[in-house]
């Protein structure tokens, strides 16, 4: 067999093999990821325009005139292109002439800290300074993260260790001299993940502390062809619990960089009897998990590199007295991050590594950071859903799936309870948190009451609440229902990474349901974290299926339950409010009536007008209504709601209108602020025509993409109003534009959720 031998490139921190193309399977923990300080791929154009004029807050010119930021979580929009370059820091990258900003933060007490620049506009830098301005930092970023599109090079630090007694300067800076609008988001991520195996385990090799020179991660990824042995031996009883430390990278050109794409990331997990070679044999037993990751608050290199922790149960148990474990990410986004196993100092010194031709090398003098533990030894909260056509994926419910730590930190309700299986549907006593109004109608505003209580070991720990409905009676919480005409309709996810705090809170939404079938029963999950956790963060699953990302968390509660949906005595086919010169006509159409007595009209939330019904139909009817003595350019909001036989009372729609003068009146175009300015998630646009022609009316993002086109086509001359729905639309300044003949004009508005 040819001799393999690895080389080691010190100042590049990585290694390949010599007889082949460079394929990284190393990094050093105690060196700079890459000696470059250009990126390999090109920055975005330079300078942002400013988005949200001269109102924003923003940070500091210089650490002496830093903008305190006195308590989390604290959000802050700025904006860096009328500030000085007075700083710069290698994250890798050096040479920058960006202007910056500066925050400052005094911990009180030991913390561990999230600073994130993923939301902004433009290619960001981010590093942090302890008590005095001047280099090294403590912590440095360029691109560990995108914005919401998908637009990279934006930066991030997790965790970051902050003690009390010091003052911490956050500096926001940009790459090689891009500048533009900030977004600063700064939230307590809690304590962080162990750095040693726990006191009940049965194999022990921690993780290398990311100071020691021997602090360096080996690929073990699938996608990269790549899978790392170690041994282990004398374990005397069922291994039922496997906790392993690493990073996640990703391999750029001729370095690695941080890869935060994957959350959470698939491994395969094996354990093999040793063969008469001494080398890892037959296969013993294998599992393939989804995982959330939990930040260590340490990181490795120069670069920064997060250390992560991941833990997960093995269903069943694995009994092996010795042998060899692989763990191996089996991930396949695009991009792929590579997992990277951690070195231990604790070991027997030998352990393997596949390289993409099949052959083993021998790694003398590397172990792995791993534990082996008996058994699950935190009490949990889980999920209790049942579902036909969910088993074993769909909400999920399953061992631990969702599962909350029961940390005595914070739950739902007046108490939370632990269980060591998933309990029958609704027999959950403490499933206590969530008041439900008397009925729910889909497709139609609702409401629940839901109480945060905090517990013993509550310490201002940032939480969050999100919901899901089944509405559909499918077997998960992907849907989007209750479509109307120009929208996309409403998600199953109800409530959205709602930022709570101990005592009762009220959310309004649209129940997302089917107004087709008889009344059936709606399934309802509630979620309390201590991190956001997104649309599909109602457990974990695999991508194949409704693909949930979220699984354990280490306080908090779930609640499930069922509700009886009721229908409509009216099912709506359209609602208008058309407007005049001093008067709105509205007009509805509906698909069918059942049992209905009469309608109401309401302007501005007041009563104006009930409406008698024109009696049962399988086809519907057609109504029209004018609204008169009004005053011109004032928006008015409408809505409609059906009161049956026996007095059940259901909104059905609302629509606004800004009456206008005739157009006789109007000799010149214009183009008016929208109304209501900021808005959330609904607007309105007007403007005047002198002539009649054709119009166009088109609303885009910050970058200059295209959101959407109003109006295109031809209008006759007078007074228009249009409205629009950024429901769909992540919050930020959206500019809107009108161009009619040789008139044209531009003006920006506020989404803000």
Request: charged share 15%; aromatic share 12%; hydrophobic share 35%.
């Given at each position: 067999?040819?001799?393999?031998?690895?080389?080691?490139?010190?100042?590049?921190?990585?290694?390949?093999?010599?007889?082949?193309?460079?394929?990284?399977?190393?990094?050093?923990?105690?060196?700079?990821?890459?000696?470059?300080?250009?990126?390999?791929?090109?920055?975005?154009p330079?300078?942002?325009?400013?988005?949200?004029?001269?109102?924003?807050?923003?940070?500091?010119?210089?650490?002496?005139?830093?903008v305190?930021?006195?308590?989390?979580?604290?959000?802050?929009?700025?904006?860096?292109?009328?500030?000085?370059?007075?700083?710069?820091?290698?994250?890798?990258?050096?040479?920058?002439?960006?202007?910056?900003?500066?925050?400052?933060?005094?911990?009180?007490?030991?913390?561990?800290?999230?600073?994130?620049?993923?939301?902004?506009?433009?290619?960001?830098?981010?590093?942090i300074?302890?008590?005095?301005?001047?280099?090294?930092?403590?912590?440095?970023?360029?691109?560990?993260?995108?914005?919401?599109?998908?637009?990279?090079?934006?930066?991030?630090?997790?965790?970051?260790?902050?003690?009390?007694?010091?003052?911490?300067?956050?500096?926001?800076?940009?790459?090689?001299?891009?500048?533009?609008?900030?977004?600063?988001?700064?939230?307590?991520?809690?304590?962080?993940?162990?750095?040693?195996?726990?006191?009940?385990?049965?194999?022990?090799?921690?993780?290398?502390?990311?100071d020691?020179?021997?602090?360096?991660?080996?690929?073990?990824?699938?996608?990269?062809?790549?899978?790392?042995?170690d041994?282990f031996?004398?374990?005397?009883?069922?291994?039922?619990?496997?906790?392993?430390?690493?990073?996640?990278?990703?391999?750029?050109?001729?370095?690695?960089?941080i890869?935060?794409n994957?959350?959470?990331?698939?491994?395969?997990?094996?354990?093999?009897?040793?063969?008469?070679?001494?080398?890892?044999?037959?296969?013993?037993?294998?599992?393939?998990?989804?995982?959330?990751?939990?930040?260590?608050?340490?990181?490795?290199?120069?670069?920064?590199?997060?250390?992560?922790?991941?833990?997960?149960?093995?269903?069943?148990?694995?009994?092996?007295?010795?042998?060899?474990?692989?763990?191996?990410?089996?991930?396949?986004?695009?991009?792929?991050?590579?997992?990277?196993?951690?070195r231990?100092?604790?070991?027997?010194?030998?352990?393997?590594?596949?390289?993409?031709?099949?052959?083993?090398?021998?790694?003398?003098g590397?172990?792995?950071?791993f534990?082996?533990?008996?058994?699950?030894?935190?009490e949990?909260?889980m999920?209790d859903?049942?579902?036909?056509?969910?088993?074993?994926?769909?909400?999920?419910?399953?061992?631990?799936?969702?599962?909350?730590?029961?940390?005595?930190?914070?739950?739902?309700?007046?108490?939370?309870?632990?269980?060591?299986?998933?309990?029958?549907?609704?027999?959950?006593?403490?499933?206590?948190?969530?008041?439900?109004?008397?009925?729910?109608?889909?497709?139609?505003?609702?409401?629940?009451?839901?109480?945060?209580?905090?517990?013993?070991?509550?310490?201002?720990?940032?939480?969050?609440?999100?919901?899901?409905?089944?509405?559909?009676?499918?077997?998960?919480?992907?849907?989007?229902?209750?479509?109307?005409?120009?929208?996309?309709?409403?998600?199953?996810?109800?409530?959205?990474?709602?930022?709570?705090y101990?005592?009762?809170?009220?959310f309004?939404?649209?129940?997302?349901?089917?107004?087709?079938?008889?009344?059936?029963?709606?399934?309802?999950?509630?979620?309390?974290?201590?991190?956001?956790?997104?649309?599909?963060?109602?457990?974990l699953?695999?991508?194949?299926?409704?693909?949930?990302?979220?699984?354990?968390?280490?306080?908090?509660?779930?609640?499930d339950?069922?509700?009886?949906?009721?229908?409509?005595?009216?099912?709506?086919?359209?609602?208008?409010?058309?407007?005049?010169?001093?008067?709105?006509?509205?007009?509805?159409?509906?698909?069918?009536?059942?049992?209905n007595?009469?309608?109401?009209?309401?302007?501005?939330?007041?009563?104006?007008?009930?409406?008698?019904?024109?009696?049962?139909?399988?086809?519907?009817?057609?109504?029209?209504?004018?609204?008169?003595?009004?005053?011109?350019?004032?928006?008015?909001?409408?809505?409609?709601?059906?009161?049956?036989?026996?007095?059940a009372?259901?909104?059905?729609?609302?629509?606004?209108?800004?009456?206008?003068?005739?157009?006789?009146?109007?000799?010149?175009?214009?183009?008016?602020?929208?109304?209501?300015?900021?808005?959330?998630?609904?607007?309105q646009?007007?403007?005047?025509?002198?002539?009649?022609?054709?119009?166009?009316?088109?609303?885009?993002n910050?970058?200059?993409?295209?959101?959407?086109?109003?109006v295109?086509?031809?209008?006759?001359?007078?007074h228009?109003?249009?409205?629009?729905?950024?429901?769909?639309?992540?919050?930020?300044?959206?500019?809107?534009?009108?161009?009619?003949?040789?008139?044209?004009?531009?003006?920006?508005?506020?989404?803000?959720?």
């Amino acid at each position: 067999m040819r001799r393999i031998v690895m080389l080691c490139l010190t100042v590049a921190a990585f290694c390949w093999l010599a007889q082949a193309a460079p394929v990284p399977i190393s990094l050093s923990g105690s060196t700079t990821p890459s000696v470059e300080n250009v990126k390999s791929e090109p920055p975005e154009p330079g300078t942002r325009p400013r988005v949200h004029g001269n109102s924003l807050d923003e940070g500091g010119e210089t650490c002496a005139t830093a903008v305190a930021i006195t308590g989390l979580p604290f959000n802050e929009i700025g904006y860096t292109c009328d500030n000085n370059d007075d700083y710069d820091e290698a994250c890798p990258y050096t040479g920058s002439t960006s202007p910056d900003v500066v925050y400052s933060y005094a911990p009180t007490a030991e913390q561990w800290v999230t600073f994130n620049l993923c939301n902004s506009y433009y290619d960001t830098k981010l590093y942090i300074y302890q008590d005095v301005c001047q280099s090294p930092p403590i912590a440095c970023n360029d691109d560990a993260c995108s914005d919401p599109q998908g637009n990279p090079y934006r930066s991030r630090l997790e965790c970051v260790h902050l003690l009390p007694g010091h003052t911490y300067y956050i500096v926001v800076d940009g790459y090689d001299g891009d500048c533009g609008e900030y977004v600063l988001d700064v939230t307590d991520c809690g304590p962080p993940a162990p750095m040693v195996c726990s006191a009940n385990s049965i194999f022990s090799q921690p993780p290398v502390p990311p100071d020691d020179p021997a602090a360096t991660a080996y690929v073990s990824d699938f996608q990269y062809s790549y899978r790392v042995y170690d041994n282990f031996r004398e374990v005397t009883t069922p291994i039922c619990d496997l906790h392993w430390w690493g990073l996640t990278a990703i391999w750029q050109t001729n370095h690695w960089a941080i890869c935060n794409n994957e959350d959470p990331m698939t491994f395969a997990i094996d354990f093999w009897a040793t063969n008469s070679s001494g080398l890892p044999g037959a296969l013993v037993c294998s599992d393939t998990v989804r995982l959330n990751r939990q930040p260590t608050g340490l990181t490795y290199g120069a670069a920064n590199f997060p250390l992560w922790y991941w833990s997960t149960t093995l269903d069943p148990c694995c009994t092996l007295n010795a042998g060899w474990i692989s763990i191996q990410g089996v991930s396949t986004t695009t991009p792929n991050c590579a997992f990277m196993w951690a070195r231990s100092l604790v070991g027997n010194d030998t352990s393997y590594i596949q390289h993409p031709t099949g052959a083993m090398q021998l790694l003398e003098g590397v172990d792995f950071a791993f534990c082996l533990t008996p058994g699950q030894q935190e009490e949990m909260d889980m999920g209790d859903i049942v579902h036909p056509l969910n088993a074993p994926f769909g909400y999920p419910t399953q061992v631990a799936n969702p599962g909350h730590v029961v940390s005595g930190i914070a739950w739902l309700g007046a108490g939370i309870s632990a269980e060591p299986i998933p309990n029958t549907f609704d027999a959950d006593l403490f499933d206590d948190g969530v008041a439900f109004p008397a009925f729910m109608i889909p497709c139609q505003p609702t409401q629940v009451t839901v109480t945060v209580t905090a517990g013993p070991n509550y310490a201002t720990h940032p939480l969050f609440l999100n919901a899901w409905k089944d509405g559909n009676d499918d077997g998960d919480f992907c849907d989007t229902l209750c479509p109307v005409a120009g929208a996309v309709g409403t998600p199953e996810w109800i409530i959205q990474d709602a930022f709570v705090y101990p005592g009762v809170h009220t959310f309004t939404f649209i129940d997302p349901g089917l107004t087709d079938v008889p009344p059936y029963t709606g399934w309802f999950r509630f979620r309390l974290t201590g991190v956001p956790i997104g649309p599909l963060g109602f457990g974990l699953n695999w991508p194949q299926h409704c693909p949930g990302t979220f699984g354990v968390d280490q306080l908090g509660e779930v609640e499930d339950y069922w509700f009886e949906e009721y229908q409509l005595a009216v099912e709506l086919n359209s609602f208008d409010a058309i407007a005049g010169s001093g008067e709105v006509t509205l007009k509805w159409e509906t698909a069918s009536e059942t049992d209905n007595d009469f309608f109401e009209l309401s302007r501005n939330g007041t009563l104006i007008r009930r409406v008698p019904t024109q009696g049962n139909s399988a086809a519907g009817h057609t109504y029209t209504f004018v609204d008169t003595d009004l005053e011109n350019d004032l928006l008015y909001t409408y809505s409609l709601s059906a009161v049956d036989l026996s007095g059940a009372r259901q909104e059905l729609a609302t629509a606004s209108a800004t009456p206008y003068f005739s157009p006789a009146t109007i000799t010149e175009y214009a183009l008016y602020q929208n109304y209501p300015n900021p808005f959330n998630p609904t607007t309105q646009i007007a403007f005047d025509l002198a002539e009649s022609g054709n119009v166009n009316l088109t609303v885009y993002n910050m970058t200059g993409q295209l959101v959407t086109t109003l109006v295109s086509g031809g209008m006759e001359a007078g007074h228009h109003a249009v409205n629009f729905d950024g429901s769909l639309l992540p919050s930020g300044t959206y500019w809107y534009r009108l161009t009619a003949g040789e008139f044209s004009a531009v003006k920006k508005m506020l989404l803000m959720k």
